[in-house]
Every structure is written in structure tokens, then in C-alpha cells.
């Protein structure tokens, strides 16, 4: 039963809750209102609020100026490469430890966790060495093999907690009916399994996607993805608030879309199924 | 036996995931190890051999270390203090009895999803700029003279952008955890006469208090590798007034080439989060066992 509060208070609560919504929200507002203004219009001094002369040239500038599709195209390779490399790994292995667990899997599990929380400056002197030495350095293989390392243990860590919910009674039963292992996994397993895997893969893109440690640092033209190619905007040339904006817009729009889906699970995947 | 051939089978499908994890865990903390007790440099190749303890004496008796970490647990504070007041605030906000709350929610954890970089850039040049920054033109509204906030505030700037994308991770986790509170645990607080304060004291504040705790893990793990934002915005500047530890590795090893001494930078920095990491396994392992 829902609470009940006088008309007066929940409108004072709502009005309250939007503003400051509104509030954290504004710079992605500015962002989305600049994109598609002239950069005279910018930075004018008097600011408007919606654009007075709706332009889409600083899209067709940013693509000409920097190749946005190229960075484009190598966030998704990496991103979307990562999470499938990931999930190929992360799902052998969750599924042995929710549906066949030993005394050691906990350890195991923890251990998997604590690879996760090294910090990527105490390793990132000779993976750039060794990056250097095998031709690695500015490669999307590369790159992506170092994004599928520091997602593996979310990925197992999600995926364990998923698999754990599936009951275990369903799989004795398919035995009983003497399923053979490979139709256990097919026909009862898979089906059940993928909203989990699902959820796994969507949060993994998101955070592959902004991942801005080793991109910026391993990446520089040619296998940039879109956090290098923004950065190299940190260094202003002439007029360049309104393209600045819409390469964001870009490199932030369909990640912004996929995270409204996948809210609820970021939760459990985040706090590595602590919170749900 | 099936159990046997099921043990067999699960270290087979496990194996993959641990030899990889194992290899990248051991052969990059070894060699950082390794290099933190060397002299080596890329620029300087007539300075090789061992170094002893060199490298640590040399970071740590830099005056930019004693700064970098001064400037690292600020930056971790300060953003902590922000998110989890700022954060628990707006979670209870929203879980009233509100119009719009799945809206609110959706526009509530959006700056969470916005990359490192385009944060920055969009603090950086959208809103803290003195001449056509949104800030700028609120204090000129108000006849102020603009704020040069990257030069005249580095690390605050930093710390005002970096809270801006946790506040909605923490304001969601916990909204997620209040809403697992019993309508009826509320109900029977409230029929007892207990009032607002107190039921926020004796029932609320219980039921969070794990919640908070693991934001506050999970978030020191991240916010002690705040780079993207201080590479794009400040540089580490002034001077090195926005340098943290992260950022001094990078600038001391990969930016000056000094190999040795980056990973005597490094070292340390994976000391100190091993210390926040044991904490932080200690509360997800005990939910494990739940």
C-alpha cells in the first residue's frame, strides 16, 4: 500500500526533486542544445537557451576534422569485441561454480574480485613496455585484450550471481529424464540463462565503452576510441564549443540509451551482486 | 563416476578464466616490482642496474609525491563526502511519494553514464569557463567577476566533476536499498508514533548503513584512479596542484620516461588500494555467505 501524504507536501516533494534533477542533468542539456548551434552562437555573450539558427555542420566538421567514424568504429570493435571475449571466458566458468560448486569456489570467486581492485597505474608502466616491444601500442586487438582482462571478473561476478538464481531442481530434473550434458545445457540452461547473460553483456559494453584509463593511454590515432578522440579536444583550436558538443552528443547518446534500459541491473553488477 | 567427470569438467571450464586472470595479476605487479628497484630510463639508456631502494627515496622524498597524496585522499574524500550526503539525500527525496519518480530516476542517473573525457570537457568548457562558461554568465548575472575555476581551484574543479558522476551511482544504490525497506517495517514505525527523525534514525539508517558502506568501498576503489578528468582538464596543474598518485605515475613514467621511478609510484599506489580492497572484500564476502 502506498504511503499517503497530504497533496500539498507531494507537491512540494515533487517540485523539489525535479529541480535538482534538472539540475544534474544540465550540463547533458547543454551538450544537446550546443551540438546543434552555430560556434558564433556559442559562446555569444548573451547566451540563448535553444538554438537560434539550428545548424548540423558541426557533425559534418567533426566527422571531417577528426574522422569520427573511424573512433566510432573502434569503440564498438573494442567494446562490443571485449564483452563477447569476456562472456566466452566468464560463462564456462560461472557456470561451473553456481551449478558444481567446491569448498574452494568462494575463494576462488573473492580472488577473482580482488584482481579487479589493482590499480591500473600499479601495471601501467610495463604493459606499455610490453605493448611497445610486441607492436601492441595503439591497436584495437590489442586494446581489446586489455579490456576483456579488467571486465573478466565483473563479467563472472554477474554471471555467478544470475546462475546462482536459476533452481537447480530444474537441472536434477533434465537429468532424471536422462538428458545428456550438452541437451542440459541447450534446452534447460541457455533458455534460462539469458536475461542474465544479456544484462552481463549490456553493462560490460557500457563500461568498456567509457572505460578512459587505458584508451587514452595505450591508444593515440590510429586504434583511438571515442574517450581518446574526445580528449584530444582538451586542447582548444579556435571555435570549438559547438563541435566540441556534438562529438559528445555522439560519443554519449547511444550509451546514454542503453544504460536507461539496463539501470537495474547496473546496480547488482556494480556492487558485484551486493546490492540488488 | 558422474561427480568425478563433473569435477573434471568444471575445472576445464574454469580453467581458462583463472589462467588469464592469474597471468595478469602476477606478470605486471612482478615486473612493476622488479622495475621500482632499477634504474631505468627511456631517455637516459646509460642508466642501468640496480637502484635499491633509490627509486622510493626518490618519489617519496619529491615534494610532488607528498602533494600527489595529500591531493589524492582530498579528491577521495571530498568527492565521498559529496556523494554519499548528496546521494542518500536525493534517495530518500525520491522515494517519496512523488510525480514522475520512474522519469526522475532515468534522468537522476544519467551523468553516471557520460564517458570520463566528455564530463570533463563539458565542465571544462560548457560551465567553468570565465568567458562563455554557464558559470561565468550566472556570476556576471549576478554582477560578479567570473571565476577562473581551473587555475584558481584546480583540484576543487576536479572534485566538483568527478562528484557530478558518482552522486548518481550512490543516489541509485541506495534508492535501490531503500526501496527494499518493508513498507510494512515503515508502517508499524509510524503507527508506534515514532516521527520522522527518529524512524530515519532507528530504522532507516540501520537498514542502509551496508549499502552506504559498500558505496563507499566501491567508489574509493575508482576514485583513487582518477585520471581521464585531470588528464583532459588541468594536465595535474598548476604546477602540481591537481596531480594525484595516478596521475604522477603516468606523468613520472610514461610523460618524463623514467621507468624506475614510475613503478616505485606505482608500487605504492597499489599498496594503498590493497589496504581499501581487503576492507571491501571483507563486506562482499560476507554477503556471499548470506
Known sequence: ?276 | MATAQTRTLSRVMMAPAVIVLLIWMIVPLVMTLWFSFQNYSLINPMMTGFAGWGNYLYVIGDPSFTQSLVNTLILVCGVLVITIVGGTLLALLLDQPIWGQGILRIIVISPFFVMPPVAALIWKNGFMHPGYGMLGHLWKAFGLQPVDWFNQYPLFSVIVIVAWQWLPFATLILLTALQSLSEEQREAAEMDGANAINRFYYIIMPHMARSITIVILIQTIFLLGIFAEIRVTTGGGPGYASTNIAFLVFRTGILSNDIGAGSAGGVVAVIIANVVAIFLMRAVGKNLDA
Request: charge should be positive; glycine fraction near 6%.
Open chain 1, 1 to 276: 500500500m502506498a504511503r499517503t501524504v497530504p497533496t500539498s507536501t507531494r507537491i512540494g516533494f515533487t517540485a523539489l526533486a525535479w529541480i535538482i534533477a534538472l539540475l544534474l542533468f544540465s550540463p547533458i542539456l547543454w551538450v544537446l542544445l550546443t551540438a546543434f548551434k552555430t560556434e558564433a552562437e556559442a559562446i555569444a555573450a548573451s547566451p540563448t537557451f535553444l538554438p537560434q539558427n539550428f545548424t548540423l555542420e558541426n557533425f559534418a566538421a567533426v566527422q571531417d576534422r577528426s574522422d569520427y567514424f573511424k573512433h566510432a568504429f573502434n569503440s564498438i570493435i573494442v567494446s562490443v569485441g571485449s564483452t563477447l571475449l569476456g562472456l566466452a571466458i566468464g560463462i564456462p566458468a560461472a557456470w561451473a561454480m553456481a551449478f558444481a560448486p567446491t569448498k574452494r569456489t568462494k575463494d576462488v570467486l573473492m580472488w577473482m574480485l580482488s584482481t579487479k581492485m589493482m590499480p591500473a597505474v600499479g601495471v601501467l608502466i610495463p604493459i606499455y613496455l610490453i605493448f611497445r616491444d610486441l607492436r601492441l601500442l595503439d591497436t584495437v586487438h590489442g586494446l581489446t585484450l586489455i579490456m576483456t582482462l579488467i571486465n573478466l571478473p565483473i563479467i563472472i561476478w554477474m554471471l555467478y550471481t544470475y546462475f546462482k538464481e536459476i533452481p537447480v531442481d530444474i537441472l536434477e530434473a533434465a537429468r532424471m529424464d536422462g538428458a545428456e550434458l550438452w541437451n542440459e545445457i541447450v534446452h534447460v540452461l541457455v533458455p534460462m540463462a539469458v536475461p542474465g547473460i544479456a544484462s552481463t553483456l549490456l553493462l560490460n559494453v557500457i563500461l568498456a565503452w567509457n572505460e578512459a584509463f587505458w584508451t587514452i593511454t595505450l591508444t593515440s590515432g590510429r586504434a583511438g576510441t571515442l574517450t581518446a578522440f574526445i580528449s584530444s579536444f582538451s586542447s582548444p583550436q579556435g571555435l570549438f564549443l559547438a563541435k566540441l558538443s556534438a562529438a559528445s552528443l555522439l560519443a554519449i547518446a547511444p550509451i546514454l540509451l542503453m544504460g536507461w534500459f539496463s539501470q537495474k541491473q547496473l546496480v547488482r553488477g556494480l556492487t558485484f551482486g551486493a546490492v540488488k
